[in-house]
T-cell receptor, first 115, second 114 residues
Framework: AQKITQTQPGMFVQEKEAVTLDCTYD???????LFWYKQPSSGEMIFLIY??????QNATEGRYSLNFQKARKSANLVISASQLGDSAMYFC????????????FGKGTTLSVSS | DSGVTQTPKHLITATGQRVTLRCSPR?????VYWYQQSLDQGLQFLIQ???????AKGNILERFSAQQFPDLHSELNLSSLELGDSALYFC?????????????FGPGTRLTVL
């Protein structure tokens, strides 16, 4: 069965510091995609970054990078130089080819950035 | 702004009632997904439509149904509502312009069942 696990219910970081949000996944499929979404208190879901299972390099998008360790089945999100506006819930999600294109989400991690 | 619109933004109704949530995908996107976000279940996939046809089903209750119309907008119908149906319902679309088939989410409809 496909599953996403986010073990950190909450994380606290100071402005300008880097933070890593953990995500592990479980699938027997060889072809899959991993996503991170941000959900601010306003509720919308904002796409941040994507990593394909066959991508050899870690994905980066501005201050976001995805630390992809295939053998360990982990896809951690790294946010560099945190900003107050980064305070939000962060969801890791997976799409598995054999299960169609719908996303399977983890429970999320709440990130709080303080000044 | 993701380009996906959902109406209404908020909906308050009573148990036993029926409601319809509406979603307009991004221009050109053929796939529409419905997700439910609740405190106890988290974010879970309900159903997907592609160009008017049902493509995949997730944890959708029999009391719930959806359809996608020729203009590609979609409606999610929830009937015989129960207190536990209170949740944030998201519509997402994907297709044209998405490199990785990433899904673009609408702002959601917050349903409260009293």
């Amino acid at each position: 069965a496909q599953k996403i696990t986010q073990t950190q219910p909450g994380m606290f970081v100071q402005e300008k510091e880097a933070v890593t949000l953990d995500c592990t996944y479980d699938t027997s499929d060889q072809s899959y995609g991993l996503f991170w979404y941000k959900q601010p208190s306003s509720g919308e879901m904002i796409f941040l970054i994507y990593q394909g299972s066959y991508d050899e390099q870690n994905a980066t998008e501005g201050r976001y990078s995805l630390n992809f360790q295939k053998a360990r089945k982990s896809a951690n999100l790294v946010i560099s130089a945190s900003q107050l506006g980064d305070s939000a819930m962060y969801f890791c999600a997976m799409r598995v080819r054999q299960a169609g294109t719908a996303l399977i989400f983890g429970k999320g991690t709440t990130l709080s950035v303080s000044s | 702004d993701s380009g996906v619109t959902q109406t209404p933004k908020h909906l308050i109704t009573a148990t036993g009632q029926r409601v319809t949530l509406r979603c307009s995908p991004r221009s050109g996107d053929l796939s529409v997904y419905w997700y439910q976000q609740s405190l106890d279940q988290g974010l879970q996939f309900l159903i997907q439509y592609y160009n008017g046809e049902e493509r995949a089903k997730g944890n959708i209750l029999e009391r719930f149904s959806a359809q996608q119309f020729p203009d590609l907008h979609s409606e999610l119908n929830l009937s015989s509502l129960e207190l536990g149906d209170s949740a944030l319902y998201f519509c997402a679309s994907s297709g044209q312009g998405s490199s990785y088939n990433e899904q673009f989410f609408g702002p959601g409809t917050r349903l409260t069942v009293l």
